[in-house]
């Protein structure tokens, strides 16, 4: 019985050994603090949404942007011929080079060079208009162009305060010498003569012009 009893307390002591064993919590080695991801998570989302700074209207010095052509001058670089005409006064002009043509003479501009031109003398009368209504002068009158060569490529014809037609008989013997024509009023073919004198070259490019303040049959006023 003696024996019995002490096998009884022995499995009870093992079973308490035991079932403090399973009770003690395990030793665990401390695991380094781990550094928060949430500022290198704000940095790659700062890269993909960021702040823009308020904009500007002005444009910067070294703005490279879009060519604004309304600031473009393609003439600017190219020298104005002396013969262009500065000013269309009522008996004459005032050109580029400080010449002026005066005293109710025409202005015949050829080849760079500026000539006081009476046609009216050649056809002995300063009605130019013909009956029809049409600018009309003899062949006479343009001698000068018969005489230049290389040729003028166009004449351009400033034909008084208003436009009219050229005669047909004006128009063919200028053609016979090669050349072409354009018939404006006086101040509108000044304004032409000066900038395709300009951009094409005096070479290709004359001009003959009656005064603005031209009378029919009278002259210059």
């Known amino acids: 019985m003696h024996s019995s009893t002490s096998a009884r307390v022995l499995r009870a ?42 904009r500007s209207r002005e444009k910067p010095k070294d703005y490279q942007g879009a060519t604004d052509f309304g600031e473009m001058d393609v003439l600017g670089n190219t020298p104005i011929p002396s013969t262009s005409i500065d000013a269309c006064v009522p008996d004459g002009f005032h050109l580029n080079s400080g010449v002026k043509v005066m005293d109710g003479d025409a202005a015949l501009l050829v080849g760079g060079e500026a000539f006081a031109w009476r046609p009216w003398e050649a056809k002995g009368s300063k009605k130019l208009i013909n009956a029809k209504g049409q600018f009309e002068l003899p062949a006479e009158a343009f001698g000068l162009l018969g005489l230049v060569w290389p040729r003028p490529d166009l004449l351009i014809i400033g034909v008084g305060p208003k436009i009219v037609p050229l005669s047909p008989a004006t128009k063919k013997h200028l ?25 094409r070259g005096v070479d290709d490019v004359a001009g003959a012009m009656i005064p603005i303040g031209w009378v029919d049959g009278k002259g210059a006023m």
């Open 13 to 54: 002591f093992a079973r308490a050994q035991l079932s403090l064993s399973r009770s003690v919590p395990r030793a665990y080695s401390a695991a380094p603090l781990q550094t928060s991801t949430a500022p290198a998570q704000l940095g790659r989302l700062g890269s993909q949404f960021h702040t823009c700074p308020i």
């Open 175 to 199: 053609s016979s010498l090669g050349i072409r024509v354009e018939v404006l009023d006086t101040r509108n073919a000044a304004s032409q003569f000066n900038l395709l004198a300009t951009e």
